[in-house]
């Protein structure tokens, strides 16, 4: 594992080298894309100003509110339509339809009926985090092993003993999963939100940043949202991780 990880972290400075190499050699303008160095003194400097943090608070909050209402909502939609094949069969159709329209249509719309503040993004957050969870709470608590429902019947089990010793634990690795998609999302969901209406946020200093014609900062921003993507994706990797410790098997291994 360790070797994986000194790989992993000789790969990425091989790639800035390279690019630092090109960008110095090619003397390709900053306006086309900056050398890692710049970027790298222009999140500093942009840091130690304190430009970046009302940007980056923004940003988390509609992140996180997205996010917590998104997994709210889909989880417990995807609780209730599991426990009933017709409810499944009338409402699948419509959450199915509801996901095909591109979230970014959906932004004007929302910041005419929620205004310009938070709520508009939070709601589009939330749309794009809702589907995945959905969709994996459904499927892990639907596809139980026959063999297993034959045994708690066998038991005479009821029915609420069976979904919590059998398939609400097997749904968990199924709804993990969703998480761990759904927090990518949320980033992604801000900021495309941010990109209409907003005045702060990581989204509208991309645009701000194109305005400017400022591809450094631009790339500055990529660079944090990559980070707040990667750390909300780390987390829900170590809540599952201590959530599984109970469990005789770890991830890619078999009890």
Known sequence: MKKTRIYSLLLFVFVIVVWESIVRIKEVSKLILPAPSDIGVNLYQHFQSGYFYPHILATSLEVIAGFF??????????????QSKTTQEI??????????????????????????GYTPKIVIVALVCFFPLFESTVAGLSYVSREKLALFRSLRASSYQTLIKLR??????????????????????????????????????????????????MFSVFILLTIKGILLYQFIYWIEAIFFKKYMYTRGESK
């Open 168 to 217: 609400l634990p097997t749904a968990m690795p199924y709804i993990f999963s969703g998480l761990r998609v759904a927090v990518i999302l949320s980033v992604v969901g801000a900021v495309i939100s941010e990109f209409i209406g907003a005045n702060r946020g990581l989204g509208a200093l991309i645009i701000a940043s194109q305005g400017m014609l400022d591809t450094t900062l």
């Open 69 to 82: 209402v998104g997994t709210i909502v889909g989880i417990g939609l995807g609780f209730i339509v599991s």
């Open 91 to 116: 409402l699948h159709p419509y959450i199915i339809a509801s996901q095909a329209m591109p979230k970014l249509a959906l932004a004007p719309l929302l910041v005419l009926w929620f205004g310009f």
